[in-house]
């Protein structure tokens, strides 16, 4: 009787042990979301002061999971971004616009991160010019 014990706990035991594991690596999806900007720096050039500042980064999901971008911040107060709240397929396109306010005089270069959920984490954009003062 107490041999039958015994094996029936650890059968139970075993039973218990396979169904965690398995719970465990069904946790992991294997599918990946990929963020591939066409260019990761925007060169404004020389530019006149009040001028136009919006510029556009395309970029391509090359993964084969939806990929969501959760934020994107700048380096100043300056640089405004505007992009889409919602999954990006795999396959599909999307933008993030920028714009730069050209009020202010002489060379500048910006930063803009990406934080999503694309495999290799956050990613670091550009921007870069100089503003003239209007003739």
Do not use: W
Not at 13 to 32: C, G, H, M, P, Q
Not at 97 to 103: E, G, M, P, R
């Amino acid at each position: 009787m107490k041999r039958v014990l015994n094996l029936s706990l650890i059968l139970a035991f075993a039973v218990s042990l396979f169904n965690a594991t398995s719970t465990e690596f069904d946790k992991y999806d294997t599918k990946i979301a990929v963020l591939k900007f066409k260019t990761e720096v925007i060169d404004y050039g020389i530019i006149e002061q009040h001028s136009d500042g919006k510029r556009t980064f395309t970029f391509t999901n090359t993964g084969d999971a939806n990929l969501l971008i959760t934020q994107v911040k700048t380096s100043c107060g300056c640089t405004v971004p505007s992009y889409s709240k919602t999954p990006i397929p795999p396959g599909e396109t999307g933008e993030l616009q920028i714009k730069y306010d050209t009020k202010r005089l002489g060379a500048f270069t910006k930063t803009i991160t990406v934080i999503s959920n694309a495999e290799g984490g956050n990613k670091i954009l550009k921007i870069k010019g100089n503003i003239v003062a209007t003739k």
